[in-house]
């Protein structure tokens, strides 16, 4: 049996083939030994290949020998494969955006990626300040509890600014992430309100500045991919309303917080 294994900040992805089809499973990064239990529970004498921030603390942990790969080399690889076989024509080339713990941006040509940029700005910060602003914890129930909430009740549109004149730009762009303090002092958000925000705040933030690494590159295309966009039907949504109004069409790619696990998979 192959095994790749993304190895992250915040989740371990596994990626492994049995019966000529590839499986998936995630755990925590917290739950380090729990994955390694699981694999030295599930596979004899696996072929396994490593990649990831936590890679080394992971290949010391397992006992047998593991080959590694650099993560954005098997990510790009990754997300080549998994849009191939989703018949998804990617141009020759492309940016991809990770939204993982952090954020970061590669331009790929010809299958060979350069990182161009990142932001502090990612998944981590969506659970970060849901704790700090409504004390949820838990991922699922924080984007379950943000698919209830109205932005429009935190953040100020172009439009709430000029109050029915024509205003230079499209109304519908944020003007102000969590700027509409006047109504919030008011009418305090609820906390789907609030979330639904810190989801704005983090898809907006990530495709401004992805499009505009896509025309500095002059790329065709951004692929977005991580674990963010995991149970987050409204991080997609906001990416692609906001990407249709100042960027390029956004690809998102099934299994693509697996990219890693399955690029590390690919080069064994
Ligand atoms: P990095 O690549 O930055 O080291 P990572 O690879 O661990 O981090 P991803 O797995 O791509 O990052 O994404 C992590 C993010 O996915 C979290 O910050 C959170 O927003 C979201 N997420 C999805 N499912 C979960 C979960 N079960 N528990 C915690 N976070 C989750
Ligand atoms: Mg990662």
């Known amino acids: 049996v192959k095994i790749g294994i993304d190895a992250g900040g915040t989740l371990i992805k596994i990626a492994y083939v049995e019966n000529e089809a590839i499986h998936y499973r995630s755990f925590r990064s917290q739950a380090i030994d729990d994955a390694i239990q699981w694999i030295n529970g599930c596979f004899e004498n696996p072929d396994i290949c490593v990649t990831g921030g936590k890679s080394q603390v992971l290949a010391e942990k397992l006992n047998m020998s593991a080959k590694t790969v650099i993560e954005f ?15 998804q024509v990617l141009a020759s080339n492309f940016l991809f955006v990770n939204i993982g713990t952090g954020t970061s941006m590669h331009y790929v040509r010809n299958s060979r990626q350069e990182r161009v940029g990142g932001s502090g700005i990612g998944g981590g910060t969506l659970l970060g300040l849901a704790h700090l602003t409504t004390g949820i914890q838990d991922y699922e129930e924080l984007v379950r509890t943000a698919n209830e909430g109205h932005r429009e009740n935190v953040d100020l549109k172009v439009k709430d600014i000029f109050e029915g004149a024509v205003a230079p730009i499209s109304g519908e762009l944020t003007a102000s992430n969590f700027g509409k303090l006047e109504a919030m002092v008011k009418q305090p958000p609820s906390n789907p309100d609030i979330l639904a925000a810190i989801i704005g705040f983090v898809g907006e933030v990530i495709v401004t500045i992805s499009s505009q690494m896509a025309g500095q590159y002059d790329a065709e295309s951004i692929v977005y991919v991580g674990s963010s966009f995991r149970s987050n039907p409204l991080l997609q949504e906001i990416i692609e309303k906001y990407a249709g109004m100042i960027g390029k069409t956004p690809v998102f790619l099934d299994y693509g917080e697996y990219c890693g696990a399955v690029g590390a998979l690919l080069s064994l």
């Not at 990510?75 to 849009?83: E, F, H, N």
């Open 73 to 87: 080399d098997a990510t790009t690889q990754g997300i080549i494969y998994l849009a191939n076989r989703q018949g």
